[in-house]
Nanobody, 122 residues
Framework: QVQLVESGGGLVQSGGSLRLSCAAS????????LGWFRQAPGKEREFVAA????????YYSDSAKGRFTISRESAKNTVYLQMNSLEPEDTALYYC???????????????WGQGTQVTVSS
């Protein structure tokens, strides 16, 4: 089993920044890739960003490109999502997820965290 714990969410004004963290524990291995997804009220869960555990490849949604940066710190088994230029449309519950194989942009990940709330006020 793999446990994922997100943190770093909160309330921020439009144009502000937040850094989300995802701490992985349990049987996490170097072959796992990690992704960030989000779900706003009344909307489907959507892909935000993903990174291979080696950190050699990253993927972003169109809305995240240029504003968000995903990174990882292998020694701490932690993945980060730096979010800049936040907009009210970014308001959602943000989830961290881990998977071994498959497309990183698909949401059929093996393990999910509980989520951290991000609220952007206008």
């Amino acid at each position: 089993q793999v446990q994922l714990v997100e943190s770093g969410g909160g309330l921020v004004q439009s144009g502000g920044s937040l850094r989300l963290s995802c701490a992985a524990s349990g049987r996490i291995r170097s072959t796992y890739s990690l992704g960030w997804f989000r779900q706003a009220p009344g909307k489907e869960r959507e892909f935000v960003a993903a990174i291979t555990w080696s950190g050699t490849s990253t993927y972003y949604s169109d809305s995240a490109k240029g504003r968000f940066t995903i990174s990882r710190e292998s020694a701490k088994n932690t993945v980060y999502l730096q979010m800049n230029s936040l907009e009210p449309e970014d308001t959602a519950l943000y989830y961290c997820a881990a998977r071994l194989i498959g497309r990183l942009t698909d949401d059929d990940y093996n393990y999910w965290g509980q989520g951290t709330q991000v609220t952007v006020s206008s």
